[in-house]
């Protein structure tokens, strides 16, 4: 009987730079915001349906409780 390879993660998202709320999403994928004036993870207990979300490729990237944010990459997928 042939084995099967067990699926191997998906690497990080290497080289893509952070996107501002209302820029374009550049690549398909669960991305979260960073707090626009201290650059620190947005609060989970704040935040918490928000902190981090699938957004599509060619989606506007959204605000976060009203304010502009900027959106990382996730590191898994």
């Known amino acids: 009987m042939k084995r099967r ?3 191997q993660p ?3 998202p290497a ?6 709320t209302g820029e374009h999403c550049p690549e ?3 991305w979260y915001p960073l707090q626009s004036d201290s650059q620190e993870p947005v609060a ?4 918490a349906t928000l902190a981090s979300r699938f957004i599509g490729q060619g989606s506007v990237m ?8 900027l959106w ?3 590191q898994t997928r």
């Open 72 to 74: 990382l990459p996730s």
């Open 28 to 30: 398909s994928g669960w």
């Open 44 to 47: 989970p207990a704040r935040f």
């Open 62 to 69: 959204p605000a976060v409780g009203g304010a502009p944010s």
């Open 5 to 7: 390879r067990q699926a």
């Open 15 to 20: 080289g893509i730079p952070p996107v501002r």
């Open 10 to 12: 998906a690497p990080a």
